[in-house]
């Protein structure tokens, strides 16, 4: 009889622990669900976020070989193939004139590399090294004034390097702060 009642018992807080977990789970898939809507709210707030992000007003302009981006205008003045400074390597090299409209000093390059790429068969490129060569002396000076400074109002000249892979056509994309594309040109390199 004793061990009767202790099943008994023992059945008895048993059901109770069930029906005070199914009370709770019953709680629990409310808040799971005002759980998840937050989270829904938040990737649709996220999505929402990101396709505005793309539909953003541009804040850069490409226009008769001008890039303008950040109070700064890239006017594009010319380009070649070159020697690299890497054996039986090739560079492509475009040309430009910057003129900072900014209130405060910029360096070109920075701009420049934060704002333009350049692809080929579908593979980014990366800048190359110009040989130094005496035939390649100016190009190396404008290099290297796009990595220094440039006072409000000046303009200097200066130009980008990339290397690349093969010989097919070299695409050059220029996009604004919030790197929606805004103006693509494209260069043979023969």
């Known amino acids: 009889m004793l061990s009767r009642k202790i099943i008994l018992l023992g059945t008895l807080f048993l059901l109770t622990g069930c029906g ?22 938040t990737s ?4 929402s976020h990101s396709s ?13 070989q001008r890039f303008t981006i950040k109070d700064v205008t ?7 193939v070159t020697a690299s ?8 090299v475009l040309y430009y004139s910057v003129t900072n409209h900014q209130a405060k000093s910029i360096i070109p390059n920075d701009i420049w590399q934060s704002a333009v790429s350049a692809q080929q068969s579908g593979h980014q490129l990366q800048t190359g090294n110009l040989a130094f060569t005496t035939n390649q002396t100016q190009d190396n000076n ?27 056509p070299i695409t050059v994309t220029f996009k ?3 790197h929606q ?10």
């Open 74 to 80: 890239f006017s594009l003045t010319g380009s070649k």
């Open 142 to 168: 404008k290099l290297n004034r796009t990595v220094m400074d440039v006072a409000p109002g000046k303009t200097v000249t200066g130009l980008a390097t990339f290397e690349p892979k093969t010989s097919q």
């Open 176 to 178: 604004d702060t919030h």
């Open 52 to 64: 505005s992000a793309a539909s953003q007003a541009p804040t850069a302009t490409f226009k008769q």
């Open 181 to 190: 594309i805004i103006h693509q040109s494209h260069y043979p390199l023969t």
């Open 44 to 47: 649709s707030q996220a999505a």
């Open 85 to 92: 400074s890497t054996a039986n390597r090739n560079l492509f």
């Open 20 to 41: 005070q977990k199914q009370l709770s789970s019953q709680q629990e898939p409310g808040h799971q669900t005002a759980t998840s809507r937050s989270s829904q709210t």
